[in-house]
C-alpha cells in the first residue's frame, strides 16, 4: 500500500531528480518501510550495475551522497554551516526549508515558542519512526450511495505530486504529529486563489494529539465547488497556537506561483506541502 | 591540510572526502550489500571519521588506512545495533579493495552486457538514446536534449521511465541479479 504512493518518489530519488528535503523525507520512510526499501534497491541496482558496465563510476549516487553528507555535517556541526539539520522530522516532512527559516526566525524571536512546539521542530523522528504527513483522501461522488470507495491520493510531503478530479470529495487527515498542534490546511490554485480547508469557517481550528494513526481534519469537501483544474499546491501548517486566518491567507497569495512544487509559505511555522493537480 | 582535517574544518574534511570516497565506499559495500543500506552506513561512516577526525595521528600511519580501519568498525557497529553480525571476517588490504576478474566473473560481465544490449534494441529510437547517453554514459539532461533533439524534460521522463522499465525487465534483472547478489 505504502509502495503505491511512493513509488514515484522513489524512481525520482534513485534518478536523482528528487530536491534535498523530499529526498530525506523520502529517507525517513525507506528507514521504516520494508516493501518501499526493496523497491529503491531495486532501482538503484540497476543505476550501479549500468554504471558498471559503461565502465564508469554512477556519479550521480556519488553526488547524492555527498549532497547527504553535507547535510549531515550541517547537523553535526551546528547551525553556523546555515544548513537543515540530517535528523529531521520536519525535513521528514518535506520542509527543510520551512525549518531552515524557522530556526532563522527563532533566533530573533523575542518570545521563545512553547516548549512541546519547539519539540516537535527539533528533528527527532516520532516514536514509531514515522514522519508527520498530511495525508489526502478522496472518493468518487456516486448519484446512489453519494461516493464511491474512499482512497488515500497522497501522503505529503513524501508520495510527490496526487490526482484528483472535480467529481472527487476530498478530506484530509494528519499523521506522526509529535506533540499536540493546531493544524491549518490551504490551497493555492495556479490563478493564485487561496482555498481555505481547515479550519472551516466559524469552526476552531483542529487540536489533534501526537499520534502514528491518522487523525481526521473535518468533514470532506467537494471539489466541484470552488476549484478549477490545474495544479492545487497545498499547505499543512502546524502551530502551537491557533493561526489567525487573514495572516495564512495572505501568506499563502504571496507564493510564487512561477517556482515549482509547492514552495514555503512565508509563515514561521512547521509545514507539510505538495502539489495535487485536479483533473476535469 | 592534515592538520586542518584534525582540527574539525569543513573545507579539509571535503577534500579527504573527495580524495578517499572512492575507496572507502567498496569497503563498506562489503558490509552492506544492498543499495539503500550502504547508503546510510557509507553516511554514518564519513560523519564518524569527522567525529574522529581529531584522533587521527599521522606519525603512527597513513590516512588510508586509518580511513579504513574507521569505517571497518563503524560497519561492524552498524550491523551489531542491528542485531545482525559481519558475515565475512573481511580482511582491509589494498588489494581487497580491487576488483580482481576471473573466468566466472567475466563470463557474468558477457551475459549482463548481452542482456544490456537486448534491452536497448527492444527500445524506441527516442527511447535507445536517452538509455544510451543518459542512463548508461550518464550526460546531462541538457547535452541529451541537445544530442537527440528531445525536450530537456522529455528526456528527464524518458530517464525515470527507462529506469523503472530496466528494473522489471525479467532477463536483465536475472543478468545483474548475477553481478550484485553475494
Given amino acids: 500500500m505504502s509502495l503505491f504512493f511512493h513509488r514515484r518518489a522513489i524512481v525520482r530519488a534513485v534518478a536523482g531528480e528528487l530536491s534535498a528535503d523530499a529526498e530525506a523525507s523520502l529517507r525517513a520512510h525507506l528507514r521504516t518501510c520494508t516493501a518501499c526499501r526493496d523497491y529503491y534497491d531495486q532501482l538503484a541496482r540497476v543505476t550501479e550495475v549500468l554504471a558498471t558496465a559503461a565502465g564508469r563510476a554512477d556519479t550521480r549516487a556519488d553526488d547524492r551522497a555527498r549532497a547527504r553528507l553535507l547535510v549531515g555535517l550541517a547537523a553535526a556541526t551546528g547551525p553556523r554551516d546555515r544548513v537543515a539539520p540530517r535528523r529531521w522530522t520536519w525535513a521528514a516532512a518535506g520542509l527543510v526549508p520551512a525549518a531552515a527559516l524557522a530556526v532563522l526566525f527563532l533566533r530573533s524571536a523575542p518570545h521563545p515558542e512553547p516548549a512541546p512546539y519547539q519539540a516537535m521542530r527539533g528533528g527527532a523522528e516520532t516514536a514509531d519512526g514515522s514522519a508527520p504527513a498530511l495525508l489526502i483522501f478522496a472518493s468518487r461522488k456516486d448519484t446512489g450511495t453519494g461516493h464511491g470507495p474512499v482512497r488515500l491520493v497522497a501522503e505529503m510531503p513524501a508520495s510527490g505530486e496526487a490526482r484528483v478530479s472535480l467529481d472527487d470529495y476530498v478530506q484530509f487527515s494528519v499523521r506522526g504529529l509529535r506533540a499536540p498542534a493546531f493544524v491549518t490546511v490551504v490551497g493555492v490554485d495556479d490563478a493564485g486563489e487561496v482555498h481555505t480547508y481547515v479550519p472551516r469557517a466559524g469552526i476552531p481550528p483542529p487540536h489533534p494529539a501526537p499520534s502514528s494513526a491518522a487523525i481526521s481534519l473535518g468533514a470532506s469537501i467537494d471539489l466541484a465547488r470552488g476549484h478549477r483544474p490545474g495544479r492545487l499546491r497545498i499547505y499543512g501548517l502546524l502551530s502551537a497556537e491557533p493561526l489567525a486566518p487573514e495572516r495564512v491567507r495572505a501568506a499563502a497569495a504571496q507564493v510564487d506561483r512561477t517556482r515549482p512544487g509547492a514552495p514555503p509559505l512565508d509563515l514561521a511555522v512547521p509545514q507539510v506541502s505538495g502539489l495535487l493537480t485536479i483533473a476535469p | ?182
Fill in chain 2, 1 to 182: 591540510m592534515v592538520a586542518r582535517f584534525r582540527a574539525g574544518d569543513r573545507e579539509a574534511f571535503l577534500k579527504v572526502y573527495d580524495a578517499y570516497a572512492g575507496q572507502v565506499r567498496p569497503l563498506v559495500g562489503r558490509f552492506f550489500f544492498r543499495p539503500f543500506e550502504r547508503e546510510e552506513a557509507f553516511q554514518e561512516v564519513w560523519l564518524q571519521v569527522h567525529r574522529a577526525a581529531p584522533t587521527f595521528d599521522a606519525a603512527r600511519g597513513g590516512l588510508l588506512p586509518w580511513l579504513r580501519a574507521v569505517a571497518a568498525n563503524r560497519c561492524k557497529e552498524l550491523l551489531r545495533a542491528r542485531g545482525r553480525r559481519p558475515e565475512l571476517d573481511l580482511p582491509l588490504q589494498d588489494h581487497d579493495l580491487v576488483t580482481t576478474t576471473d573466468p566466472e566473473q567475466s563470463a557474468r560481465a558477457t551475459r549482463m552486457h548481452t542482456a544490456i544490449a537486448r534491452f536497448e534494441a527492444s527500445l524506441s529510437p527516442d527511447e535507445a538514446k536517452v538509455f544510451r547517453w543518459s542512463l548508461l554514459e550518464e550526460r546531462g539532461h541538457d547535452e541529451v536534449a541537445r544530442l537527440s533533439g528531445m525536450s530537456p524534460r522529455r528526456c528527464k521522463y524518458l530517464r525515470m521511465k527507462l529506469l523503472v522499465r530496466a528494473a522489471a525487465d525479467s532477463e536483465l534483472r536475472r543478468a545483474l541479479g548475477e553481478v550484485t547478489s553475494p
